[in-house]
């Protein structure tokens, strides 16, 4: 009277493409449905810190945080690796307007010191006459 039930069994198979999963900040892994009802399964990356100014160790604005390799050619446009201004992408706003200060100070104190000489040789020739 009582029919043979069938039961079926279905073992999934999940591919792992990781080449460390200790790199990674937290390990989680997820799976992934891909074509062909291939699993995968996805970890988590280490989040990125982003770009630093190396003189004053803030990072630098209009720049996205990204991992080293994610800096390269092909993945980044140039526009989006830079900012728009010397030193972009390089040095912060404030270190590189200390600079453009203090490049404009050494050359007004270069001009106060020719004036100072010329008026020395000039109090000299005055007092010798």
């Given at each position: 009277m009582?029919?043979?039930?069938?039961?079926?069994c279905?073992?999934?198979v999940?591919t792992?493409?990781?080449i460390?999963?200790?790199?990674?900040?937290?390990?989680?892994l997820w799976?992934?449905?891909?074509?062909?009802g291939?699993?995968?399964?996805?970890s988590?990356?280490?989040?990125?810190?982003?770009?630093k100014?190396?003189?004053t160790?803030k990072?630098?604005q209009?720049?996205?945080?990204l991992r080293?390799?994610?800096?390269?050619?092909?993945?980044?446009?140039r526009?989006?690796?830079?900012?728009?201004?010397?030193?972009?992408?390089?040095l912060?706003?404030g270190?590189?307007?200390?600079?453009?200060?203090?490049?404009?100070?050494?050359e007004?104190q270069?001009?106060v010191?020719?004036?100072?000489?010329?008026q020395?040789?000039k109090?000299?020739?005055?007092?010798?006459?």
């Open positions: 009582f029919k043979d039930e069938i039961t079926f279905v073992i999934l999940y792992f493409w990781c460390s999963i200790n790199g990674t900040a937290l390990k989680c799976s992934v449905h891909h074509a062909g291939k699993l995968v399964y996805l988590t990356k280490k989040r990125a810190s982003g770009p100014c190396p003189v160790g990072r630098i209009g720049i996205p945080h080293p390799a994610e800096y390269k050619r092909s993945r980044l446009s526009n989006r690796r830079t900012v728009n201004r010397a030193y972009g992408g390089v912060s706003g270190a590189v307007r200390e600079r453009i200060i203090r490049a404009f100070l050494v007004e270069k001009i010191k020719k004036v100072l000489k010329i020395k040789a109090e000299k020739l005055a007092s010798k006459s």
